[in-house]
C-alpha cells in the first residue's frame, strides 16, 4: 500500500471534490478532467490540495517549480517509516532539506502533517524569498528555518559542530543541462534552468553531497536523496557502497507514469 494512502484515498487527490471546494480550480475543470499541459491548471490544483486537504496557504513566483504533491508526500513518508523502523521516531524530529526552492513544499508538507522541524537551504535568492514566504504565510517559523546558502555548498558550512538530524533530504538539479530535461507528454515543465540544471547532473550533486556526508557522519542519522534516472541510482549506489559507507539504502517512488528513487545512505556510528 503506498505511504501516502493515509493522506489520501487511493493516493492521489480527488480532483473532484477540490475542484467543488475551489472557485478556481473549477473554472478549469472540465468534463471530469484537468489538463496538465497548463502550467496554471498544475499551478491551481497544487494550491487548491495544500488549501483544501492540509489548511496551507500557498504560492510560488512566476517560472519557478511546481511540485506533484503525492510523490513529494510519498518521499516524507519513506523516511518516517525508515525512522519508525530504527525507532527513532521521539520528537521533535529534525530534517535538513537541501534545495527546498520557493515552493518549499517538503517543509511545508513534513511540519504540518508529520510534525517534523527543518533546516531548509536554498542557493538562489529568488526560491529563498518564495520558500520565507511560504513559512511566514503558514506561521511555521517555530518549525521551519529557511537559510540562504553559496553556491557549491550542500552540507560543509550548513551543519555544524553540534547540530543534530534524524535525516537529510534533497531533491536535486537532476540534469546538467536544459536540453536533458526531456518534456513529459502529459504534464507541463515547470521551473527553469535554475532549479533543474546542476554541472554534472545529479550524479555529481549527490555524489558531492556523499563526499561531505563522512565529514558529518555524527551530525546525521540518515542522508538521503531523490534521484530521478535509473541508471544514475546504479551509479550512485555502488559509488557510494565502494567509497562512503556499506549502510545503503534505496527505493522507488511511482505515480502515474513517472518513477523516481531514493537513496539512502547512514554511518552507523551516529546516534540521534
Ligand atoms: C529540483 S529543485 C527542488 C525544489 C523542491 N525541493 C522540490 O522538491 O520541488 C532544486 C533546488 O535546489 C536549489 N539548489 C541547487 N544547488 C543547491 C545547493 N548547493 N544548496 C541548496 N540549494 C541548491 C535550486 O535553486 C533549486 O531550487
Redesign the pocket.
Known amino acids: 500500500m503506498s505511504h501516502v494512502s493515509k493522506f489520501f484515498r487511493d493516493g492521489r487527490p480527488d480532483f473532484e471534490k477540490l475542484a467543488q471546494l475551489d472557485d478556481e480550480l473549477s473554472k478549469y475543470y472540465r468534463r471530469g478532467r484537468l489538463d496538465f499541459r497548463k502550467e496554471r491548471v498544475c499551478i491551481s490544483l497544487t494550491r487548491a490540495i495544500f488549501l483544501h486537504e492540509f489548511g496551507l496557504q500557498w504560492s510560488i513566483p512566476p517560472g519557478h ?1 511546481c ?1 506533484a504533491i503525492p510523490s ?1 508526500l510519498e518521499y516524507l513518508c519513506w523516511i518516517e517509516a525508515l525512522l519508525k523502523y530504527e525507532n527513532i521516531l521521539q520528537p521533535p524530529i529534525r530534517g535538513l ?10 517543509p511545508l508538507l513534513g511540519a504540518k502533517l508529520l510534525g517534523f522541524h527543518f533546516i531548509a ?4 535568492e529568488e ?1 529563498y524569498q518564495g520558500a520565507l514566504k511560504n513559512v511566514l504565510d503558514n506561521n511555521l517559523s517555530s518549525q521551519v528555518e529557511v537559510r540562504k ?1 553559496s ?4 552540507l560543509r558550512g550548513i551543519v555544524k559542530g553540534t547540530d543534530s538530524f534524524h535525516f537529510a533530504m ?5 540534469f546538467s543541462d536544459m536540453s536533458e530535461a526531456s518534456v513529459h507528454p502529459f504534464r507541463v515543465k515547470t ?1 527553469d534552468e ?3 540544471v ?1 554541472s554534472g547532473g545529479e550524479v555529481s ?1 549527490i555524489a558531492q553531497m556523499a563526499e561531505e556526508s563522512v565529514e558529518f557522519s555524527q551530525n546525521i542519522r540518515w542522508f538521503t536523496s ?1 534521484v530521478g534516472r535509473k541508471k544514475d541510482l546504479g551509479i550512485l549506489q555502488r559509488y557510494i557502497q565502494e567509497n562512503i559507507t556499506t549502510e545503503v539504502r534505496r527505493t522507488c517512488l511511482k505515480q502515474g507514469r513517472t518513477s523516481r528513487w531514493i537513496i539512502a545512505w547512514s554511518f552507523k556510528s551516529h546516534k540521534v
Open positions: 517549480l511540485p513529494r532539506d537541501i534545495g527546498t526552492g520557493a515552493n518549499c513544499v517538503y537551504t536554498e542557493v538562489d526560491s546558502v553556491q557549491g555548498q550542500i534533497c531533491n536535486p538539479p537532476f521551473g535554475r532549479q533543474m546542476t550533486f531523490l
